[in-house]
């Protein structure tokens, strides 16, 4: 069976790109990537230097301006690992300074969980788990 050697990015559908993109500069310390645009949609990448994760931003002319709503075909929210229960705390605190609305951490057997969402309510966690792989 062919593989893949990691994730390569993550796209969200976002009401203001540029809005959505300051956000998550200043949430997670993404640094700008490039920036595209189509006839009828913009994109902004990001990327996590530490993992490379890129973030993509897309904003669609289509989009109607609703909320995410997980309750619908499609995402339902994206974690991020984290490798000490204390990160999270520390998550939490970095969180409250910003002013973003978050859960408190949820400790559960086996795992920990810090919810939150962006500007467009799309459900982001921070989650450990000791034997993570």
């Known amino acids: ?7 390569s990015h993550v796209s969200f ?6 809005a959505s993109a300051a956000w998550y500069r200043q949430v997670f310390d993404l640094a700008p990537l490039t920036e595209a645009t ?13 993992t490379t994760l890129i973030v ?9 301006g609703e909320e995410f709503d997980p309750r ?13 229960r204390v990160e999270l705390d520390e998550w939490q605190a970095h969180l409250e ?5 978050h859960s408190p951490v949820a400790d559960h057997p086996g795992r920990s969980i810090l919810s939150f969402r962006d500007p467009d309510g799309i459900q982001l966690e921070l ?7």
């Open 127 to 133: 989650y450990h788990r000791p034997d993570h792989p």
């Open 1 to 7: 069976m062919p593989g893949f050697s990691k994730v």
């Open 13 to 18: 559908s976002v009401r203001d790109a540029a």
């Open 97 to 101: 300074r910003l002013g973003v609305r």
């Open 56 to 64: 993509e931003l897309q904003q669609h002319d289509a989009n109607a």
């Open 38 to 50: 189509g006839p009828t949609w913009l994109s902004i990448l990001l990327i996590h230097p530490p």
């Open 72 to 84: 619908r075909t499609g995402l339902d929210h994206l974690a991020l690992k984290v490798d000490s």
